[in-house]
């Protein structure tokens, strides 16, 4: 580093450093460190998300300096061409758009890397998304677990389950165009559940909603989301654990009259209310006797 303000100990420290994790604002742009921009004025490359959205942080805070694109379609040349100039004895920040980087965001395959190479790594901590909504929310903090966005895949199912089982908070990204959804699968399971809905932290529409999950699926319904979400969602009671075979046959009955078939009636009461293979065969056939099918 070439920052004048530094003493000759803390320049030895930095130009031992190849590769600067920068937690950049998630909204605000006032909330960035001194070191921060101390780091990306004075590195000699920033890599970044999208240089549009980077340079107008830059401009912000009067820095000039070289900006390269690295986001999580970047192909392996990219990353290794980095990773050599970093070699050469340069240094590089790495930023996200928003947050910190490598949290929901690239970042992990260029620090693996750095430290497969030898590479000293160091974070320049700041704002985080998560971080900031968990002690605004209003829900426990003492124990939580980071989920970020629940994946779109034949995984989803499991990972909602995992999270409506847990007794820890739970803290998940969301986008809007897919909150309902995911509040509506949440509600399915655990519609009285604690859950702070918060959005646009640190800009100037920053809400924060403190309910049910049922009631925030309902509100919802009638209000359109906009932004960036970060949900904060309370953890299950011990006795939220035990399988919920009362709200399981009200379920069935619902999805039975609709025609759902027995195998998928037994592969949904295990996933939607954690019960047993056997147990959830047990349900279906009780139900299809009181039926007189």
Known sequence: MKSEECTTSEKTAYEKVSLYLVATPIGNLEDITYRAVDVLRNVDMIACEDTRNTVILLNRYEIKNRLISFHEYSDRDKLEKLIAFM???NTLALVSDAGTPGISDPGYPLVKACLE???????????????????????????????????????????????CGRTDTQVIYESPHHLL?????????????????????????????????????????????????????????????????????????????????GKDAVRELQERFFLSKNAAKALVLKLKEEKGE
């Open 87 to 89: 070699k050469e004895g």
């Open 181 to 261: 959804e995911t509040l509506t699968e949440l509600s399915a399971v655990i519609p009285e559940r604690k859950i702070a809905v918060i959005r646009e932290l640190t800009k100037i529409h920053e809400e924060s909603l403190l309910t049910t999950v049922l009631k925030a699926r309902d509100h919802f319904l009638t209000v359109k989301p906009r932004g960036e979400f970060v949900l904060v969602l309370e953890g299950a009671e011990e006795k939220d654990d035990a399988p919920d075979e009362e709200a399981a046959l009200l379920w069935l009955k619902k999805a039975m009259d609709e025609g759902i078939t």
């Open 117 to 163: 190479e030898g590479l000293k790594v160091s974070s320049v901590p700041g704002p985080c998304a998560a971080v900031a909504a968990l002690p605004m929310s209003g829900i426990d903090t003492r124990r939580f677990v980071f989920e970020g966005f629940i994946p779109r895949d034949k995984t989803r199912a499991s990972v909602l389950k995992r999270i």
